[in-house]
């Protein structure tokens, strides 16, 4: 690989190490610290298909000494995406937040309000668009038989491209059949610039480019769960996410058996973005947006798939683009 791709491991931070292994089996190489014996207990096999439990998240911060390294389940609103707030020491939901995308896919605009983009299946769509910064989404899905106007899919994000200066970053999740769903198991894939990323499998572990600015891709979770970072221009959480069984029934998905529908949960941070951002979820940051979607329903759509679509998850030739790869901010 590359010098300038080159990936290592942060040390752990002294004060945690020594007050981890007072702990019972404390495993310095894997920074999982003590262990509950359902820590991992995600999952159970249930009529044939896998069932999801609450996952359980800690506080990591040793600086919020009241709630270090306890443990809690994510909320019945998110069990499978929950972050832990040491300040107020509870676990809040990822997709609950400004700057979500998540689901089918239900977003939380820059504005604070929230709305559905459907997009088509198999298209990619520009999520952010500004001088120096793209990103598109490719979506995938299922055909909604139901739908009033046949052309509204039942829609995920797969994967994210993004593009800042003349640089390439990509994560998207493997491509897996979601009913033999085991979440110990990293289903992500990460590249810059062409070049496939490793990650070490510890939590905590960072991979960092000699870019201009530099990325930053940091393990959030032992498996399925990044935080990447361009420098000074914006910060992403992923999660890899199945959708079950049950959430097909429930929703009507008619998800089949053999069917691979692994997407990624998102969390968007911008910043120094400026006033002509574009895109899905970029025009919600403008301090003149005013939301299209219609507001006062159960599920505000927000339409204008031609503006948004792509020819490719690369390219940047969606109408609304801003894109220049010399802009220098």
Request: with cysteine; net charge negative; charged share 30%.
């Given at each position: 690989m590359p010098e300038q791709y080159k990936s290592f491991v942060h040390e752990i931070p002294k004060d945690i190490v020594m007050h981890l292994q007072n702990e019972r089996e404390f495993?310095?190489?894997?920074?999982?610290?003590?262990?509950?014996?359902?820590?991992?207990?995600?999952?159970?096999?249930?009529?044939?298909?896998?069932?999801?439990?609450?996952?359980?998240?800690?506080?990591?911060?040793?600086?919020?000494?009241?709630?270090?390294?306890?443990?809690?389940?994510?909320?019945?609103?998110?069990?499978?995406?929950?972050?832990?707030?040491?300040?107020l020491c509870k676990p809040i939901c990822q997709c609950n937040r400004p700057g979500a995308v998540c689901q089918d896919p239900r977003f939380i605009g820059g504005d604070g309000i929230t709305f559905y983009f459907h997009g088509r299946k198999d298209k990619d769509f520009c999520?952010?668009?500004?001088?120096?910064?793209?990103?598109?989404?490719?979506?995938?899905?299922?055909?909604?038989?139901?739908?009033?106007?046949k052309r509204r899919d039942f829609t995920w994000v797969q994967s994210l491209a993004i593009l800042f200066n003349n640089h390439k970053l990509f994560i998207g999740a493997k491509k897996i059949n979601t009913t033999l769903w085991d979440d110990t198991i990293d289903q992500l894939e990460l590249y810059f610039n062409?070049?496939?990323?490793?990650?070490?499998?510890?939590?905590?572990?960072?991979?960092?480019?000699?870019?201009?600015?530099?990325v930053f891709i940091t393990r959030t979770r032992v498996s399925n769960g990044v935080?990447?970072?361009?420098?000074?221009?914006?910060?992403?959480?992923?999660?890899?996410?199945?959708?079950?069984q049950e959430e097909s029934k429930v929703h009507k998905y008619n998800v089949g058996k053999d069917e691979s529908l692994a997407?990624?949960?998102?969390?968007?941070?911008?910043?120094?973005?400026?006033?002509?951002?574009?895109?899905?979820?970029?025009?919600?940051?403008?301090?003149?947006?005013?939301?299209?979607?219609?507001?006062?329903?159960?599920?505000?759509?927000?339409?204008?798939?031609?503006?948004f679509v792509s020819s490719g998850l690369f390219s940047t030739d969606c109408l609304v683009s801003q894109f220049n790869a010399t802009a220098t901010s």
């Open positions: 495993n310095p190489d894997t920074i999982k610290g003590p262990r509950d014996e359902d820590d991992d207990d995600h999952t159970k096999e249930v009529e044939g298909f896998e069932k999801l439990y609450p996952r359980k998240v800690r506080c990591r911060l040793s600086f919020y000494p009241k709630c270090y390294y306890v443990s809690l389940p994510c909320p019945p609103q998110c069990p499978q995406s929950c972050l832990m707030d040491c300040t999520l952010v668009t500004d001088s120096n910064l793209h990103i598109n989404a490719h979506f995938i899905g299922k055909h909604n038989p139901t739908s009033a106007s062409e070049h496939s990323i490793t990650l070490n499998s510890n939590e905590g572990a960072v991979w960092e480019s000699m870019s201009d600015p530099r935080k990447l970072e361009v420098e000074g221009k914006v910060e992403i959480l992923a999660l890899v996410v199945p959708v079950t997407h990624l949960d998102l969390g968007f941070k911008l910043y120094g973005v400026s006033e002509k951002v574009d895109g899905v979820l970029g025009r919600t940051y403008r301090k003149d947006y005013k939301s299209r979607a219609k507001m006062g329903v159960a599920m505000p759509v927000l339409g204008g798939d031609r503006e």
